[in-house]
């Protein structure tokens, strides 16, 4: 991967909530301030439903929050046009908890699809993409279908997928959580030559290791930052 | 490793996303499915009933092409009757008028079921050009019950040359035995299917109408055509001189019958459209449904595609594509499949609506065109239909927070 400058991420004051079934609301994210400085690795450490998946997607803005404001680079989200948006993030990656992936499309393409409204041709985005599964330690799953791969394959093919066009900004959301201990090693040392050729790093994770590797860790409970 | 996230042009752009649109057909198939499903069921009947229409248009009008210039029948009180043999000469004897080819035309059932079927007399140099016989021979000149029968009739009936046929009518001279002498083939195939040549004198006799034809077909020099329509529609009587009531001449020009043809298809046209209307009707709630088949795992679809970098307008895009494969999928198979309904299931169940008559499962060839307007009619239809179902859900989801649809 080539050194590149990372992209900066800014929440203020950001609130996410969600409404129940009594009509009531649930605040996943309350009043949440982050600041993450380009080339930064932050990792965001917290118990299940703590509201670290829901920081990170507002950060990684795939979500809306309800009030306060996502920066991008010093830019608020809010405040662009929709195709702005998809524009600014293009350079910026997420690694899902799940490994979310479009299912019977084979490995490769998943990897790759990213890379479809760019333009790139076929026999590219697949070498591009088996050089990436080749770095998670993939290579032997090409060809075959999601349905077909384990929770740790699925998210470590989901880590090439984001890895795939070398993100300026990257997020990972629990990424050694279905992983055994020697693929979490690689996943680690993945995301930390990610970080090291410049890539800002935002992690949710309460894997130690990952923590380890991590330049600050702020740690959520209830939706709230409650220590650094 | 070069910058992979530079956009490479338009161009290839939408080229690569119309890829992943067609490759999105495989990937839901459900979806593929029901919808080809719903699109062949609304096209498919209406491309076999359009074909079926253009079939009997191009059989009819061949026919009017090469019959007569003028078609010469009586009426008496106003209503049709037959017409005396005398009136021959008199038509033949009008200026600009050169053959006059009488016929007796009598409709009559036949075989234990009832077979219905058009007795036609005429003089045997006088059949229609596009008739030919296959088998056996004409009927001979002043050999009575001689009849030369339509190949799909004879085949309907059991009968071939040389077969007699039992006494299919009664007069007063008494029943008759008929011999099938011959049989033919005709260009239009409702004339093999229902009609039976004989001779002036058979149809007559048949008829029990001795010396009597129901029409005169008239052939005029280069335009006399007119003429000739205006003084024969001018003649106070075509029967014998001072008996009354008198036979008043009903004539029709070609230009008639093409018009009365239009109008009468126009009108079997109409009626058959009239259900299809309806089904277009049903079909767009119906093809809405099957557009928003796998609702649930096409919204997590766009979710994650907007989360990796496609904008809103790339997903409309290959939801586009998608859709206009799928509806192109349905029409070709509907009309491929109409093909087959056409030349090997015989049109059944849609041509009685067009062939009054005609039994569900046509004992006689229909006649068939396959014109590509009803097809191109269907995929517009059917494309708006889709494209609504699926753009709107495509819309839905893209629009909505990725976090959100994906969850």
Redesign the interface.
């Known amino acids: 991967?080539?050194a590149q400058t990372g992209l900066s991420v800014e929440a203020r004051e950001v609130r996410r909530e969600f409404a129940v079934r009594d009509g009531t609301a649930v605040a996943a994210v309350a009043g949440v301030s982050l600041s993450v400085a380009a080339g930064a690795f932050v990792a965001v450490r917290g118990r299940s439903g703590s509201g670290k998946t829901?920081l990170l997607?507002l950060l990684?803005g795939?979500?809306?929050p309800t009030s306060g404001s996502v920066l991008l680079d010093g830019v608020d989200l809010a405040r662009v046009s929709?195709?702005e948006r998809?524009r600014r993030?293009?350079?910026t990656?997420?690694v899902?908890q799940n490994g979310?992936?479009?299912?019977?499309?084979p490995v490769w393409?998943n990897v790759s699809?990213?890379?479809?409204?760019?333009?790139?041709?076929?026999a590219?985005r697949r070498q591009?993409a088996e050089a990436a599964l080749e770095t998670v330690a993939l290579q032997h799953v090409v060809a075959r279908r999601p349905e077909a791969l384990s929770a740790g394959e699925r998210q470590r093919a989901a880590l090439a997928?984001a890895l795939?066009?070398?993100p300026r900004l990257l997020f990972a959301d629990e990424p050694t959580s279905n992983l055994d201990p020697e693929s979490a090693e690689i996943v680690c040392d993945v995301l930390a030559g990610a970080h090291a050729s410049g890539a800002t790093l935002v992690v949710a994770s309460h894997d130690e290791r990952m923590l380890a590797r991590a330049a600050r860790v702020v740690e959520m409970r209830e939706g709230r930052l409650v220590s650094e | 490793?070069r910058?992979?996230?530079?956009?490479?042009?338009?161009?290839?752009?939408?080229?690569?996303?119309a890829?992943?649109g067609a490759?999105a057909v495989?990937?839901h198939r459900l979806r593929t499915v029901s919808t080809v499903l719903c699109v062949v069921a609304i096209v498919l009947p209406y491309v076999v009933g359009s074909g079926i229409a253009a079939g009997l248009r191009a059989d009819m009008v061949a026919a009017v092409d090469a019959g007569p210039d003028l078609h010469v029948t009586t009426l008496r009180f106003g209503r049709p009757a037959p017409m005396p043999e005398s009136a021959i000469a008199v038509v033949a004897d009008l200026p600009g008028v050169t053959s006059v080819v009488p016929r007796v035309v009598a409709e009559t059932q036949l075989g234990t079921r009832g077979e219905s079927a058009v007795v036609v007399g005429v003089p045997r140099d006088s059949l229609p050009a596009h008739v030919s016989v296959m088998d056996g021979r004409l009927f001979a000149p002043n050999a009575p019950n001689e009849l030369v029968m339509g190949h799909d009739l004879a085949a309907r009936l059991g009968l071939k040359v040389g077969d007699a046929v039992p006494p299919f009518y009664r007069n007063e001279s008494g029943e008759r035995v008929s011999r099938v002498v011959g049989v033919f083939g005709a260009g239009a195939p409702l004339w093999a299917s229902q009609v039976i040549f004989t001779s002036i004198e058979t149809a007559q006799t048949i008829s029990a109408e001795e010396s009597a034809v129901t029409s005169l077909l008239v052939t005029c020099q280069p335009n006399y055509r007119d003429a000739v329509a205006e003084r024969l529609r001018a003649l106070p009587t075509l029967g014998p001189p001072g008996i009354r009531p008198a036979l008043r001449a009903r004539v029709t020009t070609r230009d008639d019958l093409y018009a009365l043809l239009a109008r009468r298809l126009l009108d079997r046209e109409t009626l058959f459209q009239l259900p299809f209307i309806l089904a277009f009707a049903i079909g767009i709630p119906l093809v809405l449904v099957t557009s928003g088949v796998g609702l649930a795992?096409r919204r997590?679809?766009a979710g994650?595609?907007?989360?990796?970098?496609?904008?809103?307008?790339?997903l409309l895009l290959r939801s586009l594509v998608e859709g206009a494969l799928l509806t192109l999928i349905g029409t070709s198979l509907s009309v491929l499949i109409a093909f087959v309904w056409l030349d090997l299931a015989n049109g059944a169940g849609i041509a009685p609506v067009l062939l009054p008559g005609a039994a569900r499962m046509p004992g006689f060839r229909v006649p068939w065109q396959m014109l590509p307007i009803p097809a191109l009619l269907g995929l517009a239809v059917t494309s708006v239909l889709v494209f609504a179902g699926s753009t709107w859900s495509t819309w839905r989801a893209a629009?909505a927070?990725?976090?959100?649809a994906?969850r």
């Open positions: 991967m080539t829901t997607a990684a795939l979500d809306h929709r195709a998809t993030l293009r350079p990656g997420i899902f979310a992936a479009v299912p019977r499309l393409e699809i990213g890379l479809v409204p760019l333009g790139v041709p076929m590219e591009l997928r795939l066009h070398s | 490793m910058n992979v996230g530079a956009s490479r042009g338009a161009l290839r752009v939408v080229a690569a996303i890829r992943s490759s495989s990937l795992e997590r679809e994650l595609l907007r989360a990796v970098g496609w904008s809103v307008d790339a629009t927070p990725p976090a959100e994906m």
